[in-house]
């Protein structure tokens, strides 16, 4: 089953949507949102291993390959099929997918990492929401910036996400000032690794054009948000939007 990933809490259980058919759903992005898994024919992939989400077990996990071509076949697949590194993914708004991926990283000593954080969930929680309606507030004056909706009261946001037009030049405009914006994610449906399932989508390829994820994190505190609101709303009006 391919399904959308959307911030807001769900329950995979008969009657409300669920599939007919086995479903997998990746932890690592559903236990930040809520997602009930515990139905039967529901089976856990993954845990989260990122630092942006709630809680995180960092990334780890060691192979010694017998050739460089091996080395890059095992980087690859590690990292869901994505032929760039992490590092060349920030500066850009897209990536490849040419060929099957997993996420192999967590060990052991990564899991532990994730299992202390959990004295720290509930000011982690607080914390999220608060940024998220710290910039929601901050957000409002804008025109022609759309705040993606995560249903605060009932969820835990790991990104903060706006859709905006002239995406791409107000990515750039914006990391040329030193700000960590993002974009998650590109369609994948655009992907080389899914072009023999292409269809056009016209709805999902225009919010991959205009989706644009601001630095959330909670450390940030309420003058960084202001700081980056700020510069979206002088992005904007350079190019004559808000």
């Known amino acids: 089953m391919f399904s959308e990933t959307r911030e807001r809490p769900v329950r995979a259980e008969p009657g409300q949507g669920a599939p007919d058919r086995y479903a997998l759903f990746q932890e690592s992005g559903c236990e930040p949102l809520g997602l009930d898994i515990s139905r039967p024919r529901c089976r856990r992939v993954s845990r989260s291993q990122r630092p942006r989400t709630v809680l995180t077990c960092g990334q780890g996990g060691m192979v010694i390959p017998r050739t460089p071509a091996e080395a890059d076949t095992i980087r690859r697949i590690r990292l869901l ?41 509930q000011a982690a929680e ?11 507030d901050a957000l409002a004056p804008l025109d022609g910036v759309t705040l993606v909706d995560v249903d605060v009261e009932h969820a835990v946001p790991h990104l903060c996400q706006v859709r905006v037009p002239h995406r791409n030049t107000v990515f750039a405009t914006l990391r040329g000032r030193d700000i960590g914006v993002g974009v998650h994610y590109p369609p994948n449906h655009t992907q080389p690794a899914f072009a023999a399932w292409h269809r056009s989508l016209p709805a999902t390829e225009q919010a991959g054009e205009e989706i644009l994820s601001l630095p959330f994190h909670q450390h940030l505190t309420d003058a960084d948000i202001v700081l980056v609101v700020t510069a979206l709303e002088q992005a904007l009006k350079a190019i004559g939007g808000s």
Not at 84 to 109: D, I, K, P, W
Not at 126 to 136: A, E, Q, S
């Open 126 to 136: 607080d914390t999220r929401r608060h940024l998220w309606r710290t910039y929601r």
């Open 81 to 121: 099929g994505v032929i760039q590194a992490q590092g060349e993914r920030a500066n850009t708004t897209s990536y490849g997918v040419e060929g099957f991926g997993l996420r192999y990283q967590l060990s052991a000593l990564n899991a532990a990492i994730g299992l202390v954080q959990l004295d720290g969930f």
